[in-house]
């Protein structure tokens, strides 16, 4: 753990700031550091743009390439082996790529127990209520994301709810369970929940996105009436959040914020999304080292299969297909962590493992409607789970949803001819086991 501690020491200290008093206009701040980097509303508003600026970071490339890769939608066209690895489920603890997500995760997280250990300790005469309240509540938000990327990637990882100051405050910190991780979630989604207001933001954590994110996590651990009913409250939401139509309107033209939109990741002009470098061709000025293979174009460009999907896709002058969710320029394309898509399709899976049939059919129509689909012939438990599974895949094609769905479901196994079950969880990185004699490997590395 040393060196996720140096790591941060480096980092934690660099805050966004911004003049005009909008998160997303944030602009490197010199070093704040120590007990007096949160005094009063206007450093407890830079720090959590810090918070805000290290999520972005994890979520550029390295967390989401793992999840990419992991799956069977995207091919590596690059010629990095580490990269491979993730492909062919043989990933060393030796891989960059697990090391950088894990230290960058471990970031975001000492940024929020700053932000929550120092806001809490400001008083009334400095900052408002109202104001403590949303910062905290956003900190655990993004803590607790934090957490849920870290479990479902590695299992029970070290719980740190502290901030770290010195490079030795958390060394010998065990590994806690899987279901200790998912509880740590769980209870910083409660503190959020409780300390958030029922806006709508799809920038910043708002109650509403903490109601995202648990019936996300209610999924994940087979509680399908709690998936069902935080899924309803924002479907049943109509006034914000809707299934545009055609599927392309949440991501072509340059929008951002659509009412698609539950939750993303703003990037601007300063701070650009490297996403898009790694999706497009040469001729737009990118690598394509990530691409769709050739089982994953196939399915969206079938009409009666992508239907409005097909968008996701486009051939270079080289006759070559490239990914065009990410494709702007500058590259201020948002990242897409939660959309009503997959409210719906949350709840259709929850209502069909509760074997309500005809729910879980409306559900998994709303969203192949507006891909321009006919509605499903699914008509037991069974069909209408891997209908499911079908469409998510499809549906976030793009986006970092189909590992984790196969890992989730039990399904990887088969789908991705995994013979190892221990390869479903990915190594602890080598260099935290060699400064720190408390954390202990995954199985199977």
């Not at 340059?254 to 990741?265: A, P, Q, Y």
């Not at 699914?378 to 789970?385: K, S």
């Given at each position: ?5 140096t790591y ?11 003049a ?19 005094v009063d509303?206007?450093?407890a ?7 805000y600026?290290a ?16 799956g069977d ?7 990095q082996s580490?990269?491979?690895e993730f ?11 697990v090391?950088s997500?894990?230290?960058?995760i ?5 940024r929020?127990?700053?932000?929550i ?11 408002s ?10 900190a ?16 029970g ?8 100051l ?14 200790a ?6 209870a910083?989604l409660?503190?959020?929940e409780a300390?958030?207001?029922e ?7 708002t109650?509403?996105?903490v109601?995202?994110?648990k019936?996300?996590?209610?999924l994940?651990n087979?509680?399908w ?8 409250r ?14 392309y309107?949440?991501?072509?033209n ?12 703003f ?7 490297p996403?898009?470098g790694?999706?497009q ?24 299969i992508?239907?409005?999907r097909?968008a996701l ?8 297909w490239?990914?065009?969710l ?6 201020t ?9 997959e409210?719906?399709l ?12 005809e729910?879980?059919?409306a559900?998994?129509?709303?969203v192949?409607?507006?891909a321009?689909?006919a509605?499903?012939n ?8 891997l209908?499911?599974?079908?469409e ?8 970092a949803?189909?590992?984790?769905d ?16 221990n ?5 602890l ?11 202990e490997?995954?199985l199977g590395?």
């Open positions: 753990m040393k060196n996720i501690l941060i020491a480096a980092f934690f200290s660099i805050i966004s700031f911004t005009c008093n909008k998160f997303l206009d944030v602009q490197p701040r010199a070093s704040i550091s120590g007990e007096n980097i949160i509303e206007t450093s508003n830079a720090a959590l743009n810090g918070v600026s999520l972005r970071s994890y979520y550029s490339v390295d967390f989401q390439s793992i999840a990419y890769l992991s939608n995207i091919e590596w066209t690059g010629s580490q990269v491979q492909i062919n489920h043989q990933v060393n603890a030796e891989n960059s790529t090391g997500t894990w230290k960058g471990y970031v975001a997280i000492n929020a127990n700053q932000v250990k120092n806001v809490s300790e400001l008083g009334e005469d400095v900052i209520r109202n104001v403590r309240d949303r910062i905290a509540g956003e655990y938000f993004i803590r607790a994301l934090a957490y849920f990327d870290l479990v479902r990637t590695w299992g990882v070290p719980l740190i709810t502290e901030p770290t010195d490079v030795d405050d958390n060394a010998g910190i065990a590994r806690s369970s899987a279901e991780t998912y509880a740590q979630v769980l910083d409660n503190q959020a300390l958030l207001s806006s709508t933001n799809r920038f910043q954590a109650r509403k996105t109601w995202a994110l019936a996300r996590y209610y994940y087979k509680n009436q709690e998936a069902i009913d935080y899924a309803t924002l479907i049943d939401d109509r006034a914000n959040y809707e299934l545009l139509n055609p599927y309107a949440f991501f072509a340059g929008v951002t914020g659509t009412r698609e939109s539950v939750f993303e990741i990037y601007n002009a300063n701070e650009l999304n996403h898009r790694q999706w061709p040469q001729q737009n000025g990118g690598t394509r080292q990530w691409a769709p293979n050739t089982t994953f174009v196939n399915l969206v460009n079938d009409p009666e992508g239907g409005s097909n896709v486009a051939r270079d002058n080289q006759n070559r490239y990914g065009n990410y494709y702007r320029s500058p590259a394309d948002p990242t897409y962590v939660i959309r009503i898509a409210l719906y949350i709840r259709a899976e929850a209502f069909s493992e509760l074997n309500e049939i729910a879980a059919r559900d998994l129509n709303a192949r409607t507006r321009g689909l509605n499903t699914a008509a037991n438990r069974e069909d209408l789970l209908a499911i599974e079908n998510r895949r499809l549906e976030f094609g793009l986006e949803h189909r590992w984790f196969l890992v989730r479901t039990g399904r990887a196994a088969s789908v991705l001819n995994i013979s190892d079950p390869k479903l969880l990915l190594p990185p080598a260099e935290q086991l060699l400064t720190d004699d408390a954390l490997q995954n590395y």
